[in-house]
């Protein structure tokens, strides 16, 4: 390994895939738009994205909210080796060096290093959503009200719909009783990722402040591959 690899780039070599699996169900309306469009098929102004017909929570926006609540976890530790969080924008940043770690780096990867979460898109299940629609009105800053004629309608999928959520961890894992810190401190903050969206929820897509959007992930499955020479105490 050279002077300008990170000293968490292990990723030449699969040792180890944890795949988390289990169902999203939305607590509120939750809304995710594929932006505004003139359709005369659609009754909506701003139609839901689908697949096949059905709503679709992006594995990029999971992705996302995830990397930015580890973002907000981490920066708690008060532990300068650990606490640390890349500016995306800033090209010079390092994600792991002997004297700090990113640790949403090293799990959603950063320029520097590979991501070793991949979430994949929860479509939602057959017959198992609602769609509504409500209407919304523009309110006017300066008298605080209602601007005539600027009405416009949503659609939002209805509480308790169900989704199918899979995400894969490479490497990611405390066999072989691992000892290297970053390693462990990552293991920690997937946990309590899944932890978060499990008891609490977590809000995704649009109008959260509001109250729309929040999730919570049920019947959580957990499955470990290792790699066929990886065997415990080698």
Known sequence: MDEKTPICADLD??????????TLVNET???????KEQSFVDPSDNPLLTQDGRPVIPGS??????????????KTLNDPKYSKVCDLDDNSCESC?????CIPCVLFGFKDISARVFVM?????????????????????????QTPKRLYTLDMVEPGAKFRFEMIVYNLDLVNGEREEWKIRSVE?????????TTEGAF??????TGLGLVKLTGVKVKLYKAPNLTEGK
């Open 13 to 22: 070599q699969i040792r180890t895939i944890v795949k988390v699996s289990g």
């Open 29 to 35: 309306p939750l809304r995710i738009g594929k932006g």
């Open 61 to 74: 926006s999971l992705k996302g909210l995830m990397r930015s609540l580890a973002e907000s976890y981490v």
């Open 121 to 145: 898109d929860s479509v939602a299940l057959e017959n198992e959503f609602r769609i509504s629609q409500r209407t919304m009105v523009t309110l006017s800053r300066v008298f605080g009200g």
């Open 189 to 197: 903050v997937m946990k309590y990722l899944i932890r978060l969206l």
């Open 97 to 101: 060096t002997s004297d700090a770690f």
């Open 204 to 209: 995704i897509g649009s109008r959260k402040s």
